[in-house]
T-cell receptor, first 109, second 113 residues
Framework: QKEVEQNSGPLSVPEGAIASLNCTYSDRGSQSFFWYRQYSGKSPELIMFIYSNGDKEDGRFTAQLNKASQYVSLLIRDSQPSDSATYLCAVNNASKIIFGSGTRLSIRP | DAEITQSPRHKITETGRQVTLACHQTWNHNNMFWYRQDLGHGLRLIHYSYGVQDTNKGEVSDGYSVSRSNTEDLPLTLESAASSQTSVYFC????????????FGSGTRLTVV
C-alpha cells in the first residue's frame, strides 16, 4: 500500500463546476497535509495546507481533512481553464513530506 | 527577491559519468530537499538536510550523494550515472521544517544515455 494514494485521473470537469480531488494516507500519525498544483513542465506550487479536522477555505479552494478516515480532499469552486493541472497531495511522515502521484485535472470549456 | 535556483535546466550525460546538479537558495532556509519525479511515481525523496554538515537519506538514495557546506547550497551528485536515473530532479527548501510545506526550484531534466 502506498503511503499517499490519489486517483491519477484525468478528471474532467466543466468550466464553472466544482472539482473534487481526493487523497488517502496510511500513517495515522501524520499531522500536516498539503495540496500542490503542478502545471505541465513546471515545478509544484503549494496552494493549501491543513492541520485540523474539518474544512479550510482560501478563495475558490477548500481543503477538507478527516483524520479518522485518513482522508484529505480539495474542492475547487467555479473551476476555470487555468485550474487545469496535476494536483499533488502530500502528507508529513516523521520529519519529511511524502507525495502522492497526483491527479490530473482538466477543465473543459 | 529571495529564490531557489537549480542548474542546469537540462543535462544529457553518458552512463557511468559523475554528474552534479546544483541547488542554491537565498532565503537562508535551514531545510533543503532533493526529489526526483517520474511518471507513475510522483515525487520521491532522495536526500535532505536540516542544516550545515547535516545530510540524511531519503527513500531512493542509492547512487546519489549530497553535501552541505553552507546554508545556501545543496548539490546533488550522481556517482556513476545510470539510465534508471533519467528523471526530473527538484530541489526544495523550507523555513521551519516539514510542517509548513516546501518551495520548489524550477527543476533539472536529466537524461542518461
Amino acid at each position: 500500500q502506498k503511503e499517499v494514494e490519489q486517483n491519477s485521473g484525468p478528471l474532467s470537469v466543466p468550466e464553472g463546476a466544482i472539482a473534487s480531488l481526493n487523497c488517502t494516507y496510511s500513517d495515522r500519525g501524520s499531522q500536516s497535509f498539503f495540496w500542490y498544483r503542478q502545471y505541465s513542465g513546471k515545478s509544484p506550487e503549494l496552494i493549501m495546507f491543513i492541520y485540523s479536522n474539518g474544512d479550510k477555505e482560501d478563495g475558490r479552494f477548500t481543503a477538507q481533512l478527516n483524520k479518522a478516515s485518513q482522508y484529505v480532499s480539495l474542492l475547487i469552486r467555479d473551476s476555470q481553464p487555468s485550474d487545469s493541472a496535476t494536483y499533488l497531495c502530500a502528507v508529513n511522515n516523521a520529519s519529511k513530506i511524502i507525495f502522492g502521484s497526483g491527479t490530473r485535472l482538466s477543465i473543459r470549456p | 527577491d529571495a529564490e531557489i535556483t537549480q542548474s542546469p535546466r537540462h543535462k544529457i550525460t553518458e552512463t557511468g559519468r559523475q554528474v552534479t546538479l546544483a541547488c542554491h537558495q537565498t532565503w537562508n532556509h535551514n531545510n533543503m530537499f532533493w526529489y526526483r519525479q517520474d511518471l507513475g511515481h510522483g515525487l520521491r525523496l532522495i536526500h535532505y538536510s536540516y542544516g550545515v554538515q547535516d545530510t540524511n537519506k531519503g527513500e531512493v538514495s542509492d547512487g546519489y550523494s549530497v553535501s552541505r557546506s553552507n546554508t545556501e547550497d545543496l548539490p546533488l551528485t550522481l556517482e556513476s550515472a545510470a539510465s534508471s536515473q533519467t528523471s526530473v530532479y527538484f530541489c526544495a527548501s523550507s523555513e521551519k521544517g516539514w510542517s509548513y510545506g516546501y518551495t520548489f526550484g524550477s527543476g533539472t531534466r536529466l537524461t542518461v544515455v
